[in-house]
């Protein structure tokens, strides 16, 4: 197995899937096959584990068992691959969003703003559209929606002008480029906070990840078995909303939907009221852990 990706909150997560031997569980975002690896050493021979993951190059970590099979499929068509494979419920599903550290450290893919590289940021590298045709293609308006939205950045108006008309002279092609038009609206005491969520606001665009989020999140709720576990590790205020809504509410807006007694309806309960944040050793060991949040549901029993 490559390094790939260390995973955050390893033992918590594991732990809150409550895994029976004999349970079927998916990864929808295998990656290194971290959390994978240790779902398949707590189940029995008749468990089965499905590894989940749009990008090509996380088959290099597919594990040799005979108990898991690796998906090369981003995770919204969770349920047309389960129906694949004739499985309707399972006991358990893990999600560790966001970006994986090795696509952060792949100076080729254009996710970082540390390296000088095309502007992809494809999870998925056979997916048509880049960051950088985002940038020389969308209108003022769509940008600014984009840094807005799913950067939160306040300046996004200004940004979105400046693209436009940076433009207009060369297309912008280059981590470089997009840095030489957003390092304007940085502050010194925040420069790279700013760079981070104009990134973060293109990645998110690119692989439609919060869309993403959404429906998987749907399908999974539709697919667990009564008492089967869904943990879900977010990295972003963004990603975490939807996550909490979800559990709380069973909708994204968190709109709590009660019946004639007053009893809100729904198919998820909650298990940990309070959020799991990584400890203080683990971030020192994995400073990348830092901002990782752990949520757990369990289906109800209706």
Not at 175 to 187: G, H, K, S
Not at 209 to 214: K, T
């Amino acid at each position: 197995m490559t390094d790939y990706h260390i995973p955050a909150l390893l033992e918590e997560t594991i732990d809150g899937l409550n895994i029976q031997s004999d349970g079927i569980y998916v990864d929808t975002t295998f990656g290194g096959g971290g959390h994978a690896k240790e779902i398949l050493a707590r189940l029995g021979k008749n468990g089965r584990l499905f590894g989940f993951d749009q990008d090509i190059e996380a088959y290099e970590n597919t594990l040799h068992d005979e108990r898991f099979v690796f998906v090369r499929s981003n995770f919204r068509y969770l349920k047309n691959f389960l129906k694949y494979y004739g499985v309707e419920k399972v006991n358990g599903i893990l999600g560790d969003l966001g970006v994986s550290s090795h696509h952060f450290d792949d100076e080729e893919r254009g996710f970082s703003f540390r390296y000088e590289s095309q502007l992809d940021m494809r999870m998925n590298l056979s997916a048509k559209q880049t960051a950088a045709d985002i940038l020389n293609n969308y209108d003022e308006e769509q940008l600014s929606r984009i840094f807005y939205m799913y950067g939160e950045l306040r300046m996004a108006r200004k940004i979105a002008s400046s693209i436009v008309f940076a433009r207009r002279k060369n297309p912008i092609t280059t981590v470089n480029d997009f840095l030489e038009i957003i390092e304007r609206y940085t502050q010194r005491d925040k420069e790279r906070k700013i760079l981070a969520q104009a990134f973060q606001a293109l990645r998110i665009e690119v692989n439609q990840e919060l869309d993403a989020l959404s429906e998987m999140l749907q399908q999974s709720k539709d697919h667990l078995a009564p008492e089967g576990r869904l943990c879900i590790i977010s990295y972003h205020s963004l990603e975490d909303r939807v996550v909490k809504n979800f559990f709380r509410s069973g909708n994204f807006e968190g709109k709590i939907v009660k019946d004639f007694y007053g009893n809100p309806i729904t198919d998820l309960k909650v298990i940990n009221r309070k959020v799991i944040i990584p400890t203080e050793e683990e971030q020192r060991r994995n400073p990348r852990s830092r901002s990782a949040k752990l949520r757990i549901a369990e289906k109800l029993q209706l």
